[in-house]
């Protein structure tokens, strides 16, 4: 089957600002119109593409459709670049990307940042958990994503970026009430005797509910991993600062508490015993000159500021 470009660009508008008349707007043309190109679709496809809720919802069907029509926006972008129509016609490419939020928070911003000037992109960036945003790819949500999944999902390429590590930290104030106090001299802060039990029912931070990190390091300490109090704060930053000032304890990554560690307003828990977690990026196997430089600027940026 065929589908008009003008349909499918209607379709991702659609589904990016989640109602009809969002979506007219974007595009310029009345809610009715888009309406009507949506049912040529859906008669063309012989199947339901979009689920007519608030904000819409793209159904099985609709995911691949919606997929098509991204990289059909993708080349259609290349070749105008290629071409030097696109800067110079306002023309801009809209980049779906899904990533975590740590890495978000620490290096992401960086590599898009890197890419060059000139490729005519802005992104949409879906933050979710790495175990999950693979899910944004099967669906064509996102053209690529940082994930935790090394395997490839069907009909994208996988590459392996590096570590991020991650060190259970407290501040000392916590740590005095919680754990048993930190003894400090000269030479820093004495954690000999402190007492890891503690945290079987001290309060730990945890970023949202599907946070199982700080769980991952009680399990591998014997220690109990429910009935645990817990706050849940849901932006990277944010996290790290309620550790900080002692809302409880959490696994932060080395970008976020080392300069803490190093004066004193962090204490590590455990030291020597980092969670890693790794890392990869999945992207759709397409020949792309936009996600060909988007791909390259994130495993620049990530040999840099991640473990091997």
């Known amino acids: 089957m065929a589908f008009q470009l003008d349909h499918l660009r209607t379709l991702v508008a659609l589904v990016e600002e989640g109602t009809f008349e969002a979506a007219a707007q974007r595009l310029r043309v009345t809610a009715s119109a888009v309406s009507q190109r949506v049912k040529a679709m859906e008669q063309a496809a012989g199947q339901v593409l ?8 793209p159904t099985a069907a609709g995911d691949i459709v919606l997929r098509h029509a991204r990289q059909v926006q993708l080349l259609e972008s290349d070749v105008a670049t290629e071409l030097g129509a696109g800067l110079q016609a306002g023309g801009r ?39 999950h945003t693979t899910s944004l790819l099967r669906s064509g ?16 390429s996988s590459t392996r ?9 407290a501040s000392p104030r916590f740590v005095d ?30 970023f949202d509910r599907r946070d199982d990190l700080q769980h991952r390091f009680l399990r591998g300490l014997g220690g109990r991993a429910t009935d645990v109090p817990r706050h849940h704060i849901p932006t990277s930053a944010d996290f790290a600062r309620a550790v ?15 300069t803490e560690l190093g004066d004193g307003r ?7 015993h980092p969670i890693d977690v790794v890392l990869y990026w999945q992207r759709w196997n397409i020949a792309s ?20």
């Not at 689920?51 to 819409?56: C, G, K, L, S």
């Not at 970026?161 to 930290?169: C, D, I, P, Q, T």
């Not at 402190?194 to 945890?206: E, F, I, K």
Request: overall charge negative; charged content about 15%; proline content about 5%.
């Open 161 to 169: 970026l590096g570590s991020m590590r991650y060190r259970a930290v």
């Open 289 to 308: 000159r936009l996600l060909d430089q988007v791909t390259e600027a994130v495993g620049r940026v990530a040999a840099a500021s991640l473990h091997p």
């Open 244 to 258: 900080v000032l002692g809302l409880g304890w959490g696994l932060l990554p080395e970008q976020q508490c080392l």
């Open 93 to 131: 490419t809209s980049l779906a990307l899904a990533v975590n939020a740590d890495s978000l928070g620490t290096w992401f911003l960086d590599a898009l940042a890197a890419v060059p000037a000139d490729s005519g992109a802005v992104f949409d960036i879906y933050r979710e958990d790495q175990e």
């Open 50 to 57: 979009i689920q007519r809720v608030n904000p819409v919802v």
């Open 141 to 156: 949500a996102v053209m690529a994503a940082v994930t935790s999944t090394a395997e490839a999902v069907q009909g994208c």
């Open 266 to 272: 962090l204490v590590e828990l455990a030291p020597g």
């Open 177 to 206: 009430a919680w754990l048993g106090g930190v003894a400090g001299g000269s030479a820093g802060p004495d954690l000999a005797g402190l007492d890891l039990s503690g945290l079987d029912t001290a309060p730990m931070v945890n």
